[in-house]
Nanobody
């Protein structure tokens, strides 16, 4: 059974930083691209980062580019999301998800529909 477990969320002041972790079990993380998503209250899911299976390619939407960094340690079956210069609008539940392929186009990697396994999320709250 595939499980993705996120951790590292919390309450932080605007301008602060957090690092989220996602540990996978039941699958070999190194075979798949991974992504981080978030959902703010009353809003749809939004992708915030994706990374190819070997870690050589990353994609970010303009809303977080330059502030968020996705990375992975395949030997530990773990993916990370480092979030700097946090803003109140970054508040939401953050989810990691595994893709069905090792890599793809930017459009594919940033598409929610290409991810097939999801964690239960970790809350991030940024106060102003």
């Amino acid at each position: 059974q595939v499980q993705l477990v996120e951790s590292g969320g919390g309450l932080v002041q605007a301008g602060g930083s957090l690092r989220l972790s996602c540990v996978a079990s039941g699958l070999t993380l190194g075979n798949y691209a991974m992504g981080w998503f978030r959902q703010a209250p009353g809003k749809d899911y939004e992708v915030v980062a994706s990374i190819s299976s070997a870690g050589g390619t990353t994609y970010y939407p303009d809303s977080v580019k330059g502030r968020f960094t996705i990375s992975r340690e395949n030997a530990k079956n773990t993916v990370y999301l480092l979030m700097n210069s946090l803003k109140p609008e970054d508040t939401g539940v953050y989810y990691c998800a595994s893709n069905s392929v090792p890599y793809g186009s930017k459009r594919y990697m940033l598409s929610q529909d290409s991810y097939n396994y999801w964690g239960k999320g970790t809350q991030v709250t940024v106060s102003s």
